[in-house]
């Protein structure tokens, strides 16, 4: 991973970023089994964008509040479980694609479907896409010492131009799993010039 982008107009760089090819994907056994223990299915996964991401969301709250209307105080569940659970369907419905043709969904009567499934399946399936998805982009973690160093130098001089709410949680983890590993490693540093003094 390259530190960030030196003289290079928004623009360019936008037109990069939409004309690069499909994100990774990967085709997954179904999580149901038969007696013989052989996966049912396979299911092609794929990441979704950001504008599908913002219709799963929309869809999710639209669910919640007719499951629960205004009742939120009477009901046995929290309502943000219930709309995390529903998250979790839309964006299967949309993720899971036919692995001979992944044109076509997996689910072909979307969100409605995929909540005829056990939670366990869901689950299995929406950590097979978590991965996919991490995939899909490079980490921190991939950083070398100098891109690092390029990006802190680049928060340091225009912090806002950094919008960390937008950043993945797995990437903010990784990023500061390398800011204290490189926190320590100056700051032993810095130690063994002060005794050697």
């Not at 038969?34 to 964008?49: F, K, M, Q, S």
């Not at 991401?53 to 669910?63: E, K, M, S, T």
């Not at 964006?91 to 692995?99: E, F, G, K, Y």
């Not at 010492?145 to 983890?173: G, H, I, N, Q, T």
Request: charge should be negative.
């Amino acid at each position: 991973m390259a530190g960030p982008p030196k003289e290079r107009a928004v623009g360019e760089l936008m037109q990069r970023v939409i004309t690069r090819g499909r994100l990774p994907h990967a085709t997954v056994d179904f999580p149901r089994y038969d007696e013989a223990g052989i996966a049912v299915a396979r299911v092609y996964l794929r990441p979704l964008t950001q504008s599908e991401l913002d219709a799963c969301r929309a869809n999710a709250r639209a669910y919640v509040h007719r499951v629960i209307g205004d009742s939120k105080g009477s009901v046995p569940w929290k309502p943000e479980e219930l709309e995390d659970n529903a998250t979790a369907a839309e964006i299967l419905a949309i993720a899971c694609r036919h692995p001979d043709d992944p044109e076509k969904p997996f689910f072909p009567y979307g969100a409605m479907e995929t909540r005829e499934c056990s939670t366990e399946e869901l689950a299995m399936l929406f950590n097979e896409y978590n991965i996919i998805r991490e995939r899909s982009y490079p980490t921190f973690r991939e950083m070398t010492d100098a891109d690092a160093m390029a990006w802190l130098k680049a928060m340091e001089e225009d912090a806002e131009a950094f919008p960390f709410s937008r950043v993945s949680r797995s990437r903010l983890e990784g990023f500061c799993v390398w800011a204290a590993k490189f926190s320590g490693s100056l700051a032993r540093q810095l130690t063994g010039m002060i005794s050697t003094t």
